[in-house]
């Protein structure tokens, strides 16, 4: 869903007309009007410009919004004003300070209405930053695209208009400007938002450091991921709960004509160490001011005090940031320990040294090259180091570059360099994150992919660093496959060293056929020097041991309906596919999806079939993907391990299914569950209208467990405004007794150090091999502890497409383990479940996705449907009902006499068409009631018309069923 923009501030435009009458009738009759006798008196005094009064309801709401920002005061069911208002009323202040001070009192310092500070800060932002004047409609789309912000049907209704009141905008002809106070605003936002002052807190201090305490960071993230959910309604209360922590007692709940946000105590002392420090360092060093040191730890300005030099200080603010500095290297370096060496006590797993030792000296490809397959968690980077510093010590002169696909890696790498294997300060750097060293001063470079092939930085770091010797480490190595991330392998270096869990697309490279990116990889890091599995790392005692709960649940019916009309339109794309392009997709190597993609692409006029193809496809997989029994299965199982204390990792495939585990009930599936999937026209609005009553109750369920105290979740995603959240919740979910359960999308399943996990449940999953693979790496991270068990669970949608992961692979026989399968029995009800299990009788049957077996062609006649594989070369037959197959230079007629015969039926039967020859020598053609038997191809050759010099055809029937492999 995403954010929600706050909600409408009615009224609003009244305001220069009302506030003072408003504000004189409180002052008069101080607390002795109820509510109801003020609304009746300003009916009294308020008229409309004809003198007609106005109708109660739009009185009882404008002055809601006037209570609401502080302009009067509600208190035991009287109206008053506070201080400030009488100031306003003796004419001290101005009209605009006036609402800016109840705005501060009230929706911040009391809590009433804390979001209505973003959106004003919001709108204030996108108006100062446009080029030129802008209309209403034109700052809402731009706060869509700036900020992610959904809308109520008022969209920015009031907000606009209230900028102008206060003097931050001003309103002309052509749109909203920024007005004469435009820049004391951008001060203001920044000061009076609690959230976002406590939020930049953790970021200068880190999310561990002990202030605020453990309930109230818990308060903050819900709060966090409440709104960035589109939560509302009961966020108020986690928001006062940070409120009163943050902000001193005397400041909320003083009278005065001036409202102040005074820190706590604890607050206070921490800022009055840093500005003490702050003051000492301007005082030593002339030029470095107060806005160079603004946000840096109490820790870090002690190191710039104690500096001998200017210099020296200008070095440490300037590599002073978050995730890792050049203080943290220098700081981590042991200089009691010899560099280049393990600490005291430590030992590498044998098959570390197995590993290492095989890269060095690998019989079945050249030594010092190669890729380690080995499952998470595991130990791969630290046999990496292992292998580095062996290398190191053959090649002195040698440089070495590790590769990661993400920032969170670098640091992790980084970290691992300096801990593990003592480096020098001197002797490491990194490329990434605003930070870009290079091989002419440092030996070893970690590196994000993006900015190593930046306008070709690691080519120019390494002609930099005067040596021809290179080791490049590959981490995540499967993600380097794509047009500018390959690149990176294509550098020049001498060594190679590719790491991953899930590194080719298959798991049995030895019998399965490779994919292009499988032989780019093998071409450019070496074969598969060393594999460790998941069955082998538990036997070793390198990771826990672990069971897989698969939990079918059954689409309700009106989404088994919808499932089964796409399916129909998915089968009809497909016979239209393999009609046209089946010939081509017998040649090229890949999946389904990226053949079709290749043909697309490829071919002037591919058959719409393929867009419907992909169309269809997509919404089926949306359909199941959000299929509403994930809720309750999920909500059960998080309740189960919440009872036995036991630390979870949810995984969904899109920032929207985190979310609906997230958004309040009224609220949550308003998007997924209407008029998504069906026509164009909204045909699924009513696909869930009949069980509405069964949804309120386990959405309201889901915000009822997302509000309890011992339920402290986090989030992992790529979508956050600020990616820090994804450092702290990390750092939070490996704190015992802080967050027990990690909502998480995609981007945790690779490389992310994830703290071990008691459960796993893959909420939503993408069917793909690989992210099951590296799934389960995420909850087996317990090598420190492998006697603590872990358990996944696997929802999967019965008599789907969902299934189709179970025919792939042999997960038992392949990576170990003990797999149970439970069935979601939902009885009388529809949605809601119990657990039924573990039992065989529920594992999916999986034969509907099984390769059709070969068909006896005895028990076949010409015409008779045809139910074996239909992948193979094609023949095409012209309106003549003359074969032939197109080429290069034109049409090659086919002469071949059985083939000419049976062209001749295909043309009585369907005027032309095509004729596909599969593995069998089977003859099919596909027409509208699916494969027909044509024959067997029993030539060992195919004639062709006499060519011209110059054209070549394929002498055998092998060669032409070979060409173009």
């Given amino acids: 869903m995403g954010r929600r923009f706050p909600t409408p501030i009615f009224g609003i435009e009244r305001g220069p007309e009302w506030v003072p009458t408003l504000v004189e009738i409180a002052i008069e009759n101080d607390n002795e009007f109820t509510r109801d006798q003020f609304e009746e008196r300003c009916r009294e005094r308020l008229r409309k410009p004809d003198g007609s009064r ?112 206060l003097g931050a905008l001003r309103e002309t002809d052509d749109g909203y400007v920024p007005g004469p106070r435009s820049s004391t605003y951008e001060g203001r936002w920044r000061d009076v938002d609690i959230f976002h002052n406590l939020e930049r807190w953790i970021h200068h201090r880190g999310p561990t450091f002990d202030v605020p305490a453990a309930d109230i960071k818990q308060a903050l993230v819900k709060y966090y991921m409440y709104r960035e959910s589109g939560g509302w309604g009961r966020h108020r209360s986690l928001y006062n709960r940070f409120l009163d922590d943050y902000v001193r007692e005397t400041s909320r709940e003083s009278d005065v004509a001036h409202p102040q946000i005074h820190l706590s105590e604890e607050y206070q002392e921490d800022e009055r160490i840093r500005d003490t420090l702050s003051e000492q360092i301007k005082a030593k060093f002339d030029d470095i001011d107060g806005r160079d040191l603004a946000g840096l730890y109490a820790e870090t300005l002690e190191d710039i005090l ?63 090259r190669g890729i380690a397959q080995v499952v998470t968690g595991a130990g791969k980077t630290v046999m990496a180091l292992g292998a580095i510093d062996e290398w190191l010590d053959k090649h002195p002169d040698g440089v070495v570059t590790v590769v990661v696909p993400t920032k969170v890696l670098m640091h992790q790498w980084l970290r691992e360099f300096l801990e593990k294997l003592n480096v020098p300060p001197s002797e490491i750097g990194w490329a990434g994150g605003g930070h870009k060293d290079d091989h002419s001063d440092r030996r070893i470079i970690v590196s994000i992919v993006n900015s190593a092939v930046k306008d070709d930085f690691l080519a120019q770091s390494l002609d930099a660093a005067d040596t021809d010797e290179h080791l490049l480490v590959a981490d995540e190595c499967h993600r380097y496959t794509g047009d500018v991330h390959s690149k990176v392998l294509e550098y020049p270096n001498t060594a190679t060293m590719g790491l991953s869990a899930t590194p080719l697309s298959t798991i049995d490279p030895e019998n399965d056929e490779l994919t292009d990116d499988d032989e780019f990889l093998l071409e450019n890091l070496g074969s598969l020097f060393y594999r460790l599995s998941y069955d082998e790392g538990a036997d070793r005692g390198l990771i826990s041991e672990f069971t897989i709960n698969y939990v079918g649940f059954e689409l309700t019916p009106a989404e088994r309906h919808t499932y089964e009309q796409f399916s129909k339109k998915v089968s009809s794309a497909v016979r239209d596919i393999e009609a046209r392009h089946g010939h081509r997709l017998a040649e090229l190597r890949g999946n389904y999806s990226q053949n079709l993609q290749t043909i697309r692409e490829s071919t002037d006029s591919p058959t719409p079939a393929i867009a419907d193809f992909f169309e269809y496809t997509k919404r089926r997989r949306e359909l199941i993907a959000e299929a509403v029994s994930r809720q309750a299965i999920t909500h059960r199982l998080l309740e189960d391990a919440i009872e036995e204390d036991k630390k979870t990792i949810v995984f969904q495939e899109r920032i929207k299914h985190l979310e609906q585990m997230v958004a309040p009930y009224d609220q949550r599936d308003e998007k997924t569950q209407t008029g998504k999937y069906g026509s164009k026209e909204s045909e699924r ?108 669970y696997v929802l999967y949608a019965q008599d789907t497409v969902d299934e189709r992961i179970f025919e792939e692979v042999d997960w038992e026989a392949e990576i170990g383990g003990t797999h149970h399968y439970y069935k979601w029995e939902t009885s009388d009800e529809i949605i809601k479940g119990e657990l039924e299990g573990p039992s065989k009788e529920h594992e999916p049957d999986v034969s509907a996705y099984q390769q059709p077996e070969i068909p006896d ?9 045809y139910e074996g594989p239909r992948r193979g070369r094609t023949v095409s037959v012209d309106t003549q009902g003359r074969p032939f197959r197109d080429t290069a230079d034109g049409r090659q007629y086919i002469t071949t006499p059985e083939v000419e ?31 027909v038997f044509l024959g067997i191809l029993e030539a060992d050759s195919l004639d062709y018309e006499e060519q011209t010099e110059d054209e070549e055809v394929p002498e055998t029937f092998e060669e032409f069923m070979n060409e173009g492999d």
Wanted: proline share 5%; no cysteine.
């Fill in 54 to 165: 106005y109708s109660p309801s739009y009185i009882e709401r404008t002055l809601s919004t006037f209570i609401q920002m502080g302009v009067l005061r509600e208190r035991d069911d009287k109206i008053t004003v506070w201080e400030f208002a009488r100031r306003f009323h003796d004419s001290d202040i101005e009209y605009a300070e006036f609402l800016w001070r109840g705005i501060k009192q009230s929706w911040v310092l009391q809590g009433n209405y804390p979001e209505g500070i973003e959106g004003l800060r919001d709108a204030h932002y996108v108006v100062r930053h446009a080029d030129r004047p802008l209309q209403a409609g034109e700052i809402r789309e731009r706060l869509t695209d700036e900020f992610g912000y959904e809308y109520n049907d008022a969209g920015i209704r009031g907000y606009p208009e209230l900028l102008t009141q």
């Fill in 306 to 368: 104690a500096a001998e030099t200017e210099a020296e200080a200008k070095d440490l603010l300037s590599a002073a940031s978050p995730g890792i500095s050049r203080r943290d290297v220098r700081n981590a370096f042991d200089e009691e320990r010899e560099p280049y060496t393990f600490p005291a006590g430590f030992s590498l797993y044998d098959w570390q040294s197995e590993a290492i030792d095989t890269w060095f000296d690998n019989e079945a490809s050249p030594s010092e």
């Fill in 685 to 792: 609005a009513s696909l869930y209208q009949q069980y509405e009553d069964e949804l309120d109750d386990i959405n309201r369920d889901l915000e009822n467990l997302f509000f309890r105290r011992d339920y402290a979740p986090v989030m992992y995603h790529s979508g956050h405004r600020n990616s820090e959240w994804n450092e702290w919740g990390i750092e939070w979910f490996r704190d015992e007794g802080f967050a027990n359960v990690m909502l998480s999308v995609q981007a945790l399943k690779e490389g992310v150090d994830v703290p071990s996990a008691d459960v796993g449940i893959i909420r939503v999953s993408s069917g793909n091999v690989r992210d099951r693979i590296q799934t389960l790496g995420r909850i087996l991270r317990t090598g420190h502890d492998p006697d603590k068990p872990s358990t996944l």
């Fill in 857 to 865: 062609p005895a028990d076949l006649v010409r015409g008779d449907p």
């Fill in 901 to 931: 015969e049976v062209a001749e039926y295909v043309h009585r039967l369907r005027g032309g068409g095509r004729i596909i020859i599969n593995d069998a020598d089977h003859m099919i053609t596909v027409t509208d009631e699916g494969p």
